[in-house]
């Protein structure tokens, strides 16, 4: 028998390291930024076409390359940062294992140019495939040129398999956002599709961060400084005020290498809770340099070296988390109360409102009426929709939290529905037997049949609504249910193309960072479709005309973005279509809120329209909608 054991062929070889290091266009652009900042660049332009799938070019003002290098540098494992086996513990460069070039050239046509400073003439090379196409002397500037056209152009299956150009512009975007933070003192640029998206020019860490995400965010740095014998901590950490509830303004730079960690991450987290700064489930800005002798880290654990084994992990934890909470405590950065605000500390905060006060209802299709109208202010909605409550109900709300807090086991709120409230008559309640759906088989007959009008549901802890059957009750997580009835409502809205919109008396301008101006442009089409009227208002500012009924007037224009924003980047992770997106995305951000206090008619409204869905079982997350109770199960329960 024959031996079957063979060498593959460098280009093989080559497309299949390729599947490790470059993933998609971000992955290049990493690689080949840090190859430019390992060469000594202080200027860097990065431009892209069609999100890199078509092109993605490095202009650096490096050291440049000789003629014999500029050939040597897409041959596997060449590299000019490792000589021997004990350079690998005092790694300082960004890239050291020598496959970057070798695997971009394998699965893209590359063109390179490059000079060195004291030569007349450069060198150009063109490699397509792994194969050398020419290679000749050409007139350049000082510095490195590489130009990556048709990524995985031979490769169809990795090229189909890349996600929508928006998608890999944010990964691209993220990883530009980390290579300018971690070098603050280099200048930066970036255009996609021959428009300039970043123009970074060089200064401190605070200004980096500003020029990276806004002037909004000079406000809301709180800075970290700790200088110890083992490592030496710098950096920014968010104020507690401005946390969001999804992660991705997390960054760590171990020896100006971005890492990622939970562990670390863990320790941030800690130092917030210690002090009781943050409620549960948000995340805080932080942008931490950590730096430490390279002998005591090992950064060749991933081919993305992204991550770091520390020799001692538990002692940088303990620094990470005293250093955090030193500096919140030092720039107070503490709940706290204030007598003086909004005037003097009135007894009449605390004491219960007239009846008359407004609640937030949601408006049975059959009794909604229209609302005069007074610009951006006004509240109307469409039938089911969410209303807001008085402006000064929400400020005498959050000014009492804390003392809530205090007392919140000794009573309700003031304004808080009875756990058993006396029935209210009212005809207009449209029952839940009038408008449950006839093609819900599974539900309605048998769950629903002999529900009286006479029996009201009731909420209990503001989070859920109990509601009697024949065969015992029923338990209804509101938000859950509120976003299945509001998902399929903007789902057969955007498959109508039927918009509705409520305009803004005063056309309100905001600012979005790059990425989110990315995303918010993708989504503009489809948005319109739902009651969005707004426009592009040059480099990442929009003015907003209009909103949909449900939402306007219920937060600020741009909280609303914001919000939306991060519901949709969540929904993008889970891999489906921009419309389906944007329906979950929204239903998300306009459903109520656990802790929302309803009415019985609006209760009554829920319960309605959610037996009237498709599919009432579930939100458009998973998560149950309601629990159903036997009587008999429960009688069960108090017998002997």
């Not at 605070?206 to 200088?227: A, H």
Request: negative net charge; hydrophobic residues 35%.
């Amino acid at each position: 028998m024959s031996d079957i054991i063979q060498l593959l062929p460098d280009a093989i070889a080559s497309q299949i390291a390729a599947g490790e290091v470059i993933q998609r266009p971000a992955s290049v652009v990493k690689e080949l930024m840090e190859n430019a900042i390992d060469a000594g660049a202080d200027r860097i332009q990065l431009i892209i076409k069609e999100s890199g799938k078509n092109l993605i070019q490095i202009i650096d003002n490096g050291c440049g390359m000789s003629e014999s290098d500029a050939r040597m540098c897409f041959e596997r494992h060449a590299t000019s940062k490792l000589r021997a086996a004990d350079d690998l513990t005092h790694i300082r460069t960004m890239g050291f294992r020598g496959e970057a070039m070798a695997t971009v050239a394998a699965i893209a046509q590359v063109e390179l140019k490059t000079r060195r400073h004291a030569d007349e003439l450069g060198t150009r090379v063109l490699m397509e495939g792994s194969a050398l196409k020419s290679q000749e002397p050409c007139q350049t500037a000082p510095g490195t040129s590489i130009a990556v056209k048709n990524l995985f152009y031979n490769v169809p299956a990795r090229r189909n398999f890349l996600k929508s150009n928006s998608v890999e512009m944010r990964h691209i975007l993220d990883e530009f956002q980390r290579l300018a933070l971690a070098h603050p003192d280099l200048f930066f640029s970036l255009h996609h599709n021959d428009s300039e998206t970043y123009h970074l020019m060089p200064g401190n860490f605070r200004q980096r961060i500003v020029g990276v995400f806004g002037k909004s965010f000079n406000q809301r740095l709180v800075p970290v400084s700790e200088d110890t014998d083992i490592l030496k901590m710098s950096g920014f950490v968010g104020k507690p005020e401005f946390a969001k509830k999804s992660r991705g303004d997390q960054f760590f730079f171990v020896n100006r290498r971005y890492i990622k960690s939970g562990y670390l991450h863990h320790a941030v987290m800690a130092a917030y809770e210690e002090l009781k700064l943050l409620p549960k489930g948000v995340h805080p800005f932080y942008a931490l340099f950590l730096t430490i002798d390279p002998s005591r880290i090992d950064v060749n654990v991933h081919p993305t070296k992204q991550e770091i084994k520390f020799d001692d992990e538990k002692l940088v934890y303990n620094y990470l988390k005293v250093a955090i909470r030193h500096a919140l405590g030092q720039y107070s950065v503490t709940p706290s109360l204030d007598f003086e605000q909004g005037g003097s500390f009135s007894p009449t905060r605390l004491t219960p409102r007239s009846s008359s006060g407004s609640l937030p209802t949601i408006e049975s299709s059959a009794t909604a009426k229209p609302r005069p109208s007074s610009g951006g202010s006004s509240s109307g909605s469409s039938g089911g929709g969410i209303t807001t409550g008085l402006s000064e109900r929400r400020r005498a709300q959050h000014n009492l939290d804390n003392w809530q807090k205090l007392y919140e086991n000794l009573g309700d709120e003031p304004e808080a529905a009875p756990m058993f409230p006396e029935t209210e008559e009212d005809s207009g309640v449209i029952t839940l037997e009038s408008k449950i759906s006839q093609n819900t088989e599974e539900q309605g007959p048998n769950l629903l049949q002999g529900f009286k009008d006479d029996k009201v549901p009731y909420q209990i802890h503001a989070r859920y609504i109990i509601s009697p059957i024949k065969s015992g009750y029923i338990l209804i997580d509101q938000q859950s249910a509120h976003e299945r009835i509001l998902y399929e409502r903007y789902h057969e809205t955007l498959g109508k193309q039927q918009a509705s919109s409520q305009g803004q008396l005063f056309a309100q301008t905001i600012e979005l960072t790059p990425p989110d101006a990315v995303l918010l442009t993708e989504m503009l089409p489809d948005l319109r479709l739902l009651g969005f009227d707004i426009e592009p208002f040059g480099a990442n500012a929009f003015v907003v005309n209009g909103l949909p009924a449900e939402v306007a007037g219920k937060k600020g224009e741009a909280e609303i973005i914001d919000h939306l924003l991060s519901q949709y980047r969540e929904q993008l992770e889970l891999k489906l279509d921009t419309r389906e997106a944007i329906a979950r995305a929204m239903a998300r951000s306009a459903a109520v809120k656990r802790g929302q206090r309803l009415s019985q008619t609006e209760m009554q409204e829920i319960i309605n329209q959610l037996f009237a869905c498709e599919n009432p079982l579930r939100s458009p997350s998973g998560r149950a909608c309601y629990i159903s109770f036997n009587l008999d199960d429960l009688e069960r329960q108090f017998a002997e």
